[in-house]
């Protein structure tokens, strides 16, 4: 199990700005039966876990080098424009009971129905809710979309491989990822974009929640 260090945060509110601006990343710790603890981590360290552990894989959170704590990385706010980490949540769950996680799935391969006809590959779900021990939980699902040869192939909930003790919380017969013809694809894509401001002001209002939230834990 990989493992990251932690020290424990006196800093709390706005004032958590200047940590990051020293390369740390503000933290806390929570879970059934852990006292809640605001931490700070070394923002490097942390990126290059994340990206080989994701939302789904216990690690040891080493607090000082005095407790390990088994965890999962929760709620990661991220800067809306450069998409650096902001803040973490690292939630210890009790190894004896499932918990519900949201798999993302990974495509692999190419498409004939794309590369000789023209296709436009939909990929219609991007994470899978699952319920498993949190031991159990996969880091991702993996498609192999050379299957994929005529426009009327698609891929299902149920043909993902789940690992033993996963079990897939959506209808075994949504489709996963398809291809459609060119004159469907804009059909299938007219969904609204979101203008980068609305997420802009909903990170600071998390942001916002977030100090005042600790703020007061700290005048306790």
């Known amino acids: 199990m990989l493992a990251l260090s932690a020290k424990l945060r006196k800093i709390a509110g706005k004032k958590v700005k200047a940590l990051r601006k020293e390369g740390l990343l503000p933290a806390v710790l ?37 407790k390990k704590y088994s965890v999962l990385i929760h709620n990661i706010k991220k800067d809306p424009l450069t998409e650096v980490p902001i803040h973490v949540d690292f939630y210890q769950p009790a190894l004896d009971k499932k918990i519900e996680g949201e798999i993302p799935i990974i495509l692999e391969g190419e498409s004939p129905t794309v590369k000789n006809l023209g296709g436009t590959l939909i990929k219609n ?34 043909d993902l491989k789940a690992p033993e003790g996963v079990e897939i919380l959506r209808e075994a017969d949504a489709i996963v990822v398809q291809v459609m013809p060119p004159e469907k694809v804009e059909e299938e894509l007219s969904k609204p974009i979101e203008e980068k401001v609305e997420e802009v002001e909903r990170v600071e209002k998390e942001e916002k929640a977030t100090e005042d939230k600790e703020t007061e834990e700290t005048a306790k």
């Open 30 to 66: 929570y879970g059934p039966g852990v006292e809640n603890r605001s931490l700070e981590v070394q923002l490097d360290d942390f990126e290059k876990i994340f990206k080989e552990v994701g939302e789904n894989t216990l690690i040891d959170l080493d607090v000082e080098k005095d």
């Open 125 to 158: 779900i991007a994470e899978i809710k699952v319920r498993a021990l949190p031991q159990n939980l996969p880091k991702e699902f993996r498609i192999d979309i050379n299957s994929l040869k005529t426009f009327e192939d698609h891929i299902l909930v149920k």
